[in-house]
């Protein structure tokens, strides 16, 4: 049984700042005009057709979106009332209509759901499906009178084969641990839950290769792999809940993609359902295989809307005997660039997290949690968590110790600490993974999640701070080693005109710098209109052929990901 080992090391003296030279600063080219999407959607089922159009002069929802983003556009047929509207504090999730050709849940469907199911695995109690209808940051609510528990693959082929030829519509479900609401229905969706569909199936210690269910929790995958001396390639905050099935179809990042990859590398095979209950196994366990189109990215990622995932195999790595954790504070985001590419090239192979917060986000947490301090002694502008993990305890601990002390020297770093055992770690951890849960305290919440070139991350918040002009509170923190920043505008309550200010500001600064809206939490409702900020036109028109080609009716997950025009005949 290996164990970690939390070295003690002198604490770094603070030293006055010195000035860096600095960085060329990149010029990005514009992002193609909004007007000129063009989009054309047929959608055919069973002898019904219907037709959706985005773009250039058919369609002037998406235009309108783009032009007046923050207007409600409410009243008519299945719109939200206005109280919904505020709650949700989205202008993107306002627009979308129930599609009427979903049929509503009748009796003799959820008699027949007992039937395959058993009684106690077809939920209509109230107070849990209020839980189920809700997500984390109680920002997105449905209102689905059903929730099922299947217990294997075969349960979730007869559910979906039923709903698929009812025109039910569902939400798989893993945690709900999912922030652009994706997890939760939009209206009266049945949501599955695979949570009782959480065994390991098997572990090769070998080749490393894990196989489980999509209902594991990950926390427990984690406690499973550590007793066989084995770590997940993916870690993140929402751990004690998410599910592994979700991370996948999610494409969750988290903290420790820097070192281990994407789940599109490390995920080498998988097990969904499509709409029509075909089972599809891809659950393959090699490294390579190049037999033709690798349809399992196709469920990595795209969120439920093409398939239930129900197995999983994912490469996990053996356990390092070494794992170092320093804190550390920054005068500027320049400072915090430089170190990052000190850190790769003088860290290398051991470098496994590298994660930042800004001052706000800090003071956010020492206000909203309960016993966290700042580890460093004064307050600064940004902070920065740097993990080693490695074989090599004194290399390992001299690598990260010289290295800090050559970047306090330089005037990269102005104070800084290495934790000293496994206790202090975790406190260093609980500052960066608790800021979700402070600003779930805080009240209101606008959460975007952007990839951008790291020169150019930090310019979005400052910009942002300057237009908002302390209207509310806001806070860039995140996977600065992956170029993903998490920014979060907290106020005391949602308002039109707070949201009318943040977007389409920040999707548009985000596309002019060709950067990504969405960097590791989905789309959701949240940001399935938003899409053409990130993908060109050809590219969504193909997704929306492979959802007909895979979910004809559409009844997978509806209203995310893509275009609400496509949902809305
Ligand atoms: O709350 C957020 O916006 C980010 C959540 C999560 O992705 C994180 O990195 O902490
Ligand atoms: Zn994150």
Not at 295 to 312: A, N, P, Y
Not at 526 to 538: G, H, L, Q, T
Request: charged residues 20%.
């Amino acid at each position: 049984m290996m164990i970690h080992s939390w070295r003690r090391s002198g604490d770094f003296i603070r030293s006055a700042c010195k000035s860096l030279s600095s960085f060329r600063q990149k010029h990005n080219s514009m992002s193609p005009s909004v007007s000129d999407l063009g989009f054309v959607n047929r959608y055919e089922s069973k002898g019904k057709t219907f037709e959706s159009n985005a773009g250039k002069g058919r369609n002037t929802e998406l235009l309108d979106h783009h032009h007046h983003h923050h207007h409600p556009c409410l009243g008519g047929r299945n719109m939200w009332t206005m109280q919904q509207y505020k709650s949700f504090g989205s202008s993107s999730a306002s627009k979308v209509q129930r599609n009427p050709l979903f049929s509503s849940l009748e009796p003799k469907d959820v008699s027949y759901f007992k039937e395959i199911l058993g009684e106690k695995h077809v939920v209509e109690d109230e107070e849990r499906l209020e839980t189920a209808n809700t997500d984390w940051m109680h920002k997105y609510r449905g209102s689905s009178k059903l929730m099922l528990l299947p217990k294997n693959t075969e349960e979730v082929s007869q559910i979906l084969k039923y709903c698929d030829s009812r025109s039910l519509a569902v939400v798989p479900q893993g945690g709900n641990t999912g922030l652009v609401g994706g997890s939760v229905p939009v209206f009266d969706e049945v949501i599955i839950n695979v949570g009782l569909m959480n065994k390991v199936l098997s572990f090769d210690e070998v080749s490393g290769v894990l196989v489980c269910e999509a209902g594991c929790i990950l926390e427990n995958l984690a406690a499973f792999l550590d007793t066989k001396g084995f770590v997940m390639p993916l870690d993140l905050g929402a751990k004690g809940s998410c599910h592994i099935g979700g991370n996948v179809s999610t494409n969750a990042g988290g903290l420790r993609l820097i070192r281990y990859g994407s789940l599109h590398g490390t995920v080498l095979g998988l097990e969904a359902v499509t709409a029509n209950g075909n089972v599809l196994d891809m659950l393959g366990t090699l490294r390579k295989d190049n037999t033709g189109y690798d349809l399992k990215h196709l469920f990595i990622g795209s969120e439920g809307s093409l398939g239930i995932v129900t197995k999983v195999s994912i490469l996990t790595q053996p356990k390092m005997s070494s794992v170092n954790l320093a804190f550390i504070a920054c005068k500027d985001f320049l400072s915090c660039q430089k170190l990052l590419v000190e850190a790769k090239r003088n860290l290398g192979e051991i470098l496994s997290a590298f994660e930042f917060l800004d001052n706000n986000s800090m003071d956010l947490v020492l206000n909203h949690l309960d016993g966290v301090r700042n580890p460093v002694s004064s307050s600064e502008n940004f902070y920065i968590l740097i993990e080693t993990t490695g074989s090599g305890e004194t290399y390992d601990r001299e690598k990260l110790e010289a290295f800090l002390l050559k970047s306090l020297e330089q005037g990269l770093v102005s104070d800084g600490v290495i934790a000293q055992d496994i206790n202090q770690a975790s406190s260093f951890w609980r500052i960066r993974e608790g800021i979700t849960e402070a600003l779930q305290k805080a009240g209101a919440c606008y959460k975007y999640d952007l990839s951008l070139p790291v020169e150019e991350i930090y310019n979005i918040v400052n910009d942002l701070r300057g237009r908002l002009d302390g209207l509310a509170n806001v806070m860039g923190y995140g996977h600065l080693g992956d170029g993903n920043l998490h920014l979060n505008i907290s106020a005391a309550e949602y308002n039109d005109k707070l949201l009318g200010l943040i977007e389409p500001y920040v999707y548009e600064w985000t596309s002019k710098h060709r950067g990504s809206i969405s960097a590791e939490h989905g789309l959701g409702v949240m940001k399935a209109n938003e899409i053409f900020y990130s993908k060109s036109p050809e590219t969504v028109a193909l997704m929306v052929s492979l959802k007909k080609l895979l979910d004809p009716k559409g009844i997978l997950n509806p209203y995310k990901v893509l275009p609400h025009s496509f949902f809305s005949p």
